[in-house]
């Protein structure tokens, strides 16, 4: 089966540093990413997605760098918020089959 | 306010008892899905529906039955659940299932269900 996983289960970070959150994936054939955001006692909520044929996107505060050489996807938060206190999932998936979910990762942000 | 709304978010029920989830989106989209969400576990996708047809059955237990009346709406039966069947079920839509990752997933804020 799939692996998503992630390196950290749990990061910390000072209101105002900038957040890396990683993830690895096991399926070199997957295309298409998804991070999300799930704040407690609420659904997954989109970030930011990316193909495989890019390896950077940019959206508003975050940023997503995908390397297809070590299967390896991160999510890059500027100037991290209380708000952004969350967990944070990655997702892959190949077009036509169904995303694998890693377990995700909580980001605790310190005021 | 993602577009997809769950009912009841929070459920309890004895193992003996019949109850339902439902789920309504509000986007237009022709792909209905549930997943199981357990504490520290990635997501697990249960059912797929495609527009309105049951594409995917990920080998979930028979009592779990899931209905799917029209694009817009999707119910998740439940009867004679175990213990271990407590977790957070989360309804997502997506544009299309034809083609799985061709878009995001939009997520209901769940439903919370306890088995005594």
């Known amino acids: 089966g799939e692996s998503v996983g992630l390196h950290l289960p749990t990061l910390s970070v000072q209101e105002g540093d900038n957040s890396i959150i990683n993830c690895a994936y096991s399926n070199s054939a997957s295309d298409y990413f998804i991070w999300y955001k799930q704040e407690s006692g609420k659904g997954p909520q989109f970030i930011i997605d990316i193909r495989s044929n890019m390896d950077k996107r940019q959206g508003q505060r975050v940023t997503v760098l995908l390397n297809k050489t070590v299967k390896h996807l991160s999510l890059q938060i500027a100037a991290t918020q209380p708000g952004d206190s969350a967990v944070y999932f990655c997702?892959?998936?190949?077009?036509?089959?169904?995303?694998?979910f890693g377990t995700g990762t909580s980001l605790t942000v310190i005021p | 306010e993602t577009g997809v709304t769950q009912t009841p978010r929070h459920l309890v029920m004895g193992m003996t008892n019949k109850k339902s989830l439902k789920c309504e989106q509000h986007l237009g989209h022709n792909a209905m899905y549930w997943y199981k969400q357990s504490a520290k576990k990635p997501l697990e996708l249960m059912f797929v529906?495609?527009?309105?047809?049951?594409?995917e059955n990920n080998s979930v237990p028979s009592r779990f039955s899931p209905e799917c009346p029209n694009s817009s709406h999707l119910f998740l039966h439940l009867h004679t659940l175990q213990p271990e069947d407590s977790a957070l079920y989360l309804c997502?839509?997506?544009?299309?299932?034809?083609?799985?990752?061709?878009?995001?997933?939009?997520f209901g804020e769940g439903s919370r269900l306890t088995v005594l």
């Open positions: 529906y495609n527009f309105k047809e049951q594409t």
């Open positions: 997702a892959e998936t190949k077009a036509g089959n169904q995303f694998y």
């Open positions: 997502a839509s997506s544009r299309t299932g034809a083609g799985l990752g061709t878009g995001e997933l939009f």
